[in-house]
């Protein structure tokens, strides 16, 4: 987040933020959070055609605050064709403004994917951001917000107590009419040590810890075993495919310390 931040109701200023982000510093829980909430442009999109969006800082300028804010974001996409009709959709959405591609760059703008990729600055309205939501419940961002498939994917650090996490997310879906899943946690870089076996534990996704939870709970690990593939695929609805899929990717990140 670069300079202010404006909704129609409140300012985030930077110190704010710097505030938030020192809290969490030293709280220290990171997530990756898979989210969905309504009038957003960028999920809209990408939803409708491929390729994606990395969205890097928003900001404000007196000649538009506060009706609307500003934001610097990259398109990508696999050929020149697939990001023409990315940013085409974009420009014809209701929720955005005006678009203003910067002129192209030589080499890969800010090491997005894809094997095309093209920077513009975007004017939208800031009642449509779920950034200051975020903050407001404690979740810090950490990185660019990568918006791919009509989702967003948010690296985030929250700033309260591990215990607090879940009534915090409640606050996002109700205040953004948002849909927010966990899709990986890893514990305190700071704080009391904890064990090896905890952070790796804390390295799968939360389908992958379900799996081996009910793998291991249901004696697959024991000898004899104490059930088959199948029989865990039946217990949790899903194919025996899906289920060895989860399960040897947990498997890989609870033995391979270079997969932490």
Same mark, same amino acid.
């Given at each position: 987040?670069?300079?202010?931040?404006?909704?129609?109701?409140?300012?985030?200023?930077?110190?704010?933020?710097?505030?938030?982000?020192?809290?969490?510093?030293?709280?220290?829980?990171?997530?990756?959070?898979?989210?969905?909430?309504?009038?957003?442009?960028?999920?809209?999109?990408?939803?409708?055609?491929?390729?994606?969006?990395?969205?890097?800082?928003?900001?404000?300028?007196?000649?538009?605050?506060?009706?609307?804010?500003?934001?610097?974001?990259?398109?990508?996409?696999?050929?020149?064709?697939?990001?023409?009709?990315?940013? *085409?959709?974009?420009?014809?959405?209701?929720?955005?403004?005006?678009?203003?591609?910067?002129?192209?760059?030589?080499?890969?703008?800010?090491?997005?994917?894809?094997?095309?990729?093209?920077?513009?600055?975007?004017?939208?309205?800031?009642?449509?951001?779920?950034?200051?939501?975020?903050?407001?419940?404690?979740?810090?961002?950490? *990185?660019?917000?990568?918006?791919?498939?009509?989702?967003?994917?948010?690296?985030?650090?929250?700033?309260?107590?591990?215990?607090?996490?879940?009534?915090?997310?409640?606050?996002?879906?109700?205040?953004?009419?948002?849909?927010?899943?966990?899709?990986?946690?890893?514990?305190?870089?700071?704080?009391?040590?904890?064990?090896?076996?905890?952070?790796?534990?804390?390295?799968?996704?939360?389908?992958?810890?379900?799996?081996?939870?009910?793998?291991?709970?249901?004696?697959?690990?024991?000898?004899?075993?104490?059930?088959?593939?199948?029989?865990?695929?039946?217990?949790?609805?899903?194919?025996?495919?899906?289920?060895?899929?989860?399960?040897?990717?947990?498997?890989?990140?609870?033995?391979?310390?270079?997969?932490?």
């Amino acid at each position: 987040m670069v300079g202010q931040v404006v909704t129609a109701s409140q300012t985030y200023s930077l110190s704010m933020y710097d505030t938030a982000m020192s809290q969490a510093a030293s709280a220290g829980t990171r997530l990756t959070l898979s989210l969905w909430h309504p009038n957003c442009w960028a999920i809209e999109a990408t939803d409708r055609v491929d390729g994606g969006v990395l969205a890097h800082a928003i900001y404000n300028t007196p000649k538009t605050a506060p009706e609307s804010v500003n934001g610097l974001f990259t398109a990508f996409g696999d050929t020149q064709e697939e990001v023409d009709e990315l940013l *085409a959709t974009i420009q014809a959405s209701e929720h955005s403004g005006e678009l203003l591609e910067l002129q192209e760059r030589f080499g890969r703008a800010r090491d997005a994917p894809g094997n095309v990729v093209r920077e513009f600055f975007l004017e939208y309205d800031p009642a449509d951001m779920v950034c200051p939501t975020l903050l407001e419940h404690g979740f810090v961002h950490s *990185a660019p917000v990568r918006i791919e498939d009509g989702g967003e994917e948010w690296q985030v650090v929250f700033s309260g107590d591990r215990s607090d996490i879940e009534n915090a997310l409640d606050g996002v879906r109700e205040d953004a009419g948002a849909e927010v899943s966990v899709a990986a946690i890893t514990g305190p870089e700071s704080g009391s040590p904890r064990s090896e076996r905890e952070r790796r534990l804390d390295s799968l996704t939360p389908t992958q810890r379900k799996v081996f939870d009910h793998a291991r709970d249901a004696g697959y690990y024991e000898w004899p075993r104490g059930c088959s593939t199948r029989d865990l695929a039946a217990d949790l609805d899903v194919s025996k495919t899906t289920l060895l899929e989860h399960l040897r990717k947990a498997e890989s990140k609870l033995l391979d310390p270079e997969d932490l």
